[in-house]
T-cell receptor, first 115, second 112 residues
Framework: GENVEQHPSTLSVQEGDSAVIKCTYSDSASNYFPWYKQELGKGPQLIIDIRSNVGEKKDQRIAVTLNKTAKHFSLHITETQPEDSAVYFCAASRLGGGATNKLIFGTGTLLAVQP | DGGITQSPKYLFRKEGQNVTLSCEQNLNHDAMYWYRQDPGQGLRLIYYSQIVNDFQKGDIAEGYSVSREKKESFPLTVTSAQKNPTAFYLC???????????FGPGTRLTVL
């Protein structure tokens, strides 16, 4: 079945350093890839997404890259700050023809930014 | 103040009892979803609904039921048939014609 693998499961960085989280998907027809940030005890918050017709998207300190050939996509956070500490989830889905957006989630990465 | 609300935030239930989790949105979104989250795992889809009076099973629907009588509301009932109901439950919704899902704050259900 459809699967999304996410690595690493935990990541610790020093404040100001960059953090990279990687995901691999199995369904080659997937065409939408959102990233969510989840703080303790709260619901996931969408932070950035990318569609298969582009290879990279940036939003201030956050960027996502997509390699359709290799079926993997990555989240890059630059100049990390303590408030970036949270669990990050990647997801993938296939859209088209009115199909419901069924997201397949990775297992999450716990990012800890050390002051 | 628009958004997705879930209530209650914490819920305790005795084994063998049914319990209903509330999810409401005033964003005029057509599609709504219920996910279950367990420690160390990603979110797993329980049920989803694209329009009023219609819903489909997700990957782990056994032991759960839903209804969609109003566009704004998508309650989830955890029945006594659900063998391991203790989890964090998340509701989400999507705007018409848009694939992005937006999540509520979640309900933590504990079975005693």
């Amino acid at each position: 079945g459809e699967n999304v693998e996410q690595h690493p499961s935990t990541l610790s960085v020093q404040e100001g350093d960059s953090a990279v989280i990687k995901c691999t998907y199995s369904d080659s027809a997937s065409n939408y890839f959102p990233w969510y940030k989840q703080e303790l005890g709260k619901g996931p918050q969408l932070i950035i997404d990318i569609r298969s017709n582009v290879g990279e998207k940036k939003d201030q300190r956050i960027a996502v890259t997509l390699n359709k050939t290799a079926k993997h996509f990555s989240l890059h956070i630059t100049e990390t700050q303590p408030e970036d500490s949270a669990v990050y989830f990647c997801a993938a889905s296939r859209l088209g023809g009115g199909a419901t957006n069924k997201l397949i989630f990775g297992t999450g990465t716990l990012l800890a930014v050390q002051p | 103040d628009g958004g997705i609300t879930q209530s209650p935030k914490y819920l305790f239930r005795k084994e063998g009892q049914n319990v209903t989790l509330s999810c409401e949105q005033n964003l005029n979104h057509d599609a709504m979803y219920w996910y279950r989250q367990d420690p160390g795992q990603g979110l797993r889809l329980i049920y989803y609904s694209q329009i009023v009076n219609d819903f489909q099973k997700g990957d782990i629907a056994e032991g759960y039921s839903v209804s969609r009588e109003k566009k704004e509301s998508f309650p989830l009932t955890v029945t006594s048939a659900q063998k391991n109901p203790t989890a964090f439950y998340l509701c989400a919704s999507s705007p018409p014609g848009i694939d992005t899902q937006y999540f509520g704050p979640g309900t933590r259900l504990t079975v005693l």
